[in-house]
């Protein structure tokens, strides 16, 4: 059983926690890989009875990996993408960050979701990605995102004009700072904070959601996730930034984007009972009233 580790260098109060996951796989594990910076974060720390083969941190997780274990935060998470791609080696997220809604292990599970990973007792949440059709370059081979993607403009002076269609069809002109274009996944970050629903994982949807819009009768709005969506950006500025998840590029005004569903989904694991509306109740602090 080969397990990868990913992570950013966490808190020192975490490290006893990692020693104690790291003695726990061992049980079954026949070797390590680790990222380089992780590596180099922890190794004067921890000592490994497996063989351990170190990682540089954009090279991708080998195809015959069982798993990879995340540290760190959701954004950690979201970065892990970029790793495992399209091999469907699916990802356990440990949280050593605050929130949470992904990486959702805290640190008094680890024994508890290191057993069920072992024996496996847990199931697989597939989660929806985004893929950045055109254009094609603009992120090399790793066009796509678990949460979101976003057009921001990058001159604080002035909007910019977004004209969006859906399957060729036109839905609007946004006059804004900015637009999402997010999965289920994904609705629970950036797009909600501004304004947009909260859609639940399985459903087979994109919520398109416009950042500080000028026109206030605009609303986000929710679309089937397989449509195709095509952006036009306008404006005063010559360019603006192209966002999927956290990795940002520039490009020049005149291009169009054009994003869909990806054809491969994020396989995140579970342990224990698995409850989407009861993570967005404790995260979100819901139903905080002593009548309640």
Request: hydrophobic share 40%.
């Amino acid at each position: 059983m080969k397990i990868a580790f990913f992570g950013r260098a966490f808190d020192p109060s975490f490290f006893d926690n990692f020693r104690l996951l790291v003695h726990l796989l061992e049980e079954k594990a026949t070797s390590f890989q680790i990222y380089e910076s992780l590596y180099n974060h922890i190794r004067s720390y921890v000592q490994f009875k497996c063989p351990v083969t170190v990682l540089a941190d954009q090279s991708r997780t080998e195809p015959d990996t069982f798993c990879l274990i995340s540290l760190g935060g959701d954004g950690t998470l979201l970065d892990t993408i970029t790793l495992v791609q399209d091999t469907g080696i699916p990802v356990l997220g440990i949280n050593t960050g605050r929130l949470g809604f992904l990486s959702a292990i805290s640190s008094e599970e680890i024994s508890f979701a290191t057993n069920s990973l072992l024996t496996g007792d847990y199931t697989i949440d597939k989660r929806a990605t985004l893929q950045l059709v055109e254009p094609d370059n603009l992120f090399g081979s790793i066009n796509y995102a678990l949460n979101e993607l976003t057009v921001l403009k990058r001159d604080n002076a002035t909007m910019i004009t977004i004209s969006v269609y859906v399957d060729d069809l036109f839905l609007n002109t946004y006059w804004a700072d900015g637009l999402i274009v997010a999965t289920p996944t994904g609705s629970t970050g950036y797009s909600l904070s501004c304004g947009g629903p909260i859609i639940s994982p399985e459903s087979r949807n994109l919520v398109i959601t416009p950042i500080a819009t000028h026109n206030l009768t605009v609303r986000p709005i929710v679309i089937p996730d397989h449509s195709l969506v095509k952006l036009k950006i306008t404006g005063r500025t010559q360019d603006y930034l192209v966002l999927l998840d956290s990795r940002s590029r520039p490009l020049n005004k005149t291009t169009e984007l054009v994003v869909t569903r990806a054809g491969f989904p994020m396989n995140l694991i579970c342990v224990g009972q698995k409850d989407f509306y009861k993570t967005i109740r404790n995260k979100l602090a819901w139903g905080l009233d002593k009548r309640n």
